[in-house]
């Protein structure tokens, strides 16, 4: 059964970058039906697409945040990661990682599996 | 910049029927968006529950389904039941391989 786990620092200063990864396990990234993408959730509030890449790099952001996010894939580790630069306490949130289907094998542009996510802090 | 729109807040009586809805700030809301529609419960990851508009995922009851009304995605509970008290969010894809979740829409159950 695949499974997502995300990782990395809790807290981030100001204008620093912050950087995630996220390890699958069970199946491989390497897989033609699918994106691997990040969403966040500031506390109390809802869900906000980051972005998605495919196994092949090929990267899609959310035009808001697309100045100061990078996805990349590193297929050989299975995970992928999510640096966000210069951050605010307006970047505080819970990061998601989440499988998204790109065929019409799986769920089409659904998010169907997900990690439990990771609480970051923005503060100094 | 182009906004989901779901209603804030919404309740229902148990046993009853609701239907929450996913628009667009401009524009309609048409199958080729594949509305997706999430269920979180506080602390958990979200859960699918309807994709491509109206495909329940795996293990979903019958009683969520899915549809376009007019020119919004919705999102129809029949039977309402105490535990699908939760916040609800439906995603649209806009192509170039960008999706736009909308601000969710939290359901009482009372």
């Known amino acids: 059964q695949l499974q997502l786990q995300e990782s990395g620092p809790g807290l981030v200063k100001p204008s620093e970058t912050l950087s995630l990864t996220c390890t699958v396990s069970?199946?491989?990234?390497?897989?033609?039906?699918?994106?691997w993408g990040w969403i966040r959730q500031p506390p109390g509030r809802g869900l906000e697409w980051i972005g998605n890449?495919?196994?092949?790099?090929?990267?899609y952001y959310n035009p808001s945040l697309k100045s100061r996010v990078t996805i990349s894939v590193d297929t050989s580790k299975n995970h992928f990661s999510l640096k966000l630069s210069s951050v605010t306490a307006a970047d505080t949130a819970v990061y998601y990682c989440?499988?998204?289907?790109?065929?019409?094998?799986?769920?089409?542009?659904?998010?169907?599996?997900w990690g439990r996510g990771t609480m970051v802090t923005v503060s100094s | 910049q182009t906004v989901v729109t779901q209603e804030p807040s919404f309740s229902v009586s148990p046993g009853g029927t609701v239907t929450l809805t996913c628009g667009l700030s401009s524009g309609s809301v048409s199958t080729n968006n594949y509305p997706t529609w999430y269920q979180q419960t506080p602390g958990q990851a979200p859960r699918t529950l309807i994709y491509?508009?109206?495909t329940r995922s795996s293990g979903v009851p019958g009683r969520f389904s899915g549809s376009i009304l007019g020119n919004k995605a919705a999102l129809t509970i029949t039977g309402a039941q105490a535990d699908d008290e939760s916040d609800y969010y439906c995603v649209l894809y806009m192509g170039s391989g960008i999706v736009v979740f909308g601000g969710g829409t939290k359901l009482t159950v009372v």
């Open positions: 069970g199946g491989s990234i390497s897989s033609s039906s699918y994106y």
């Open positions: 491509s508009t109206n």
């Open positions: 989440a499988r998204r289907c790109s065929s019409t094998t799986c769920y089409l542009n659904a998010f169907d599996i």
């Open positions: 890449i495919y196994y092949s790099g090929n990267t």
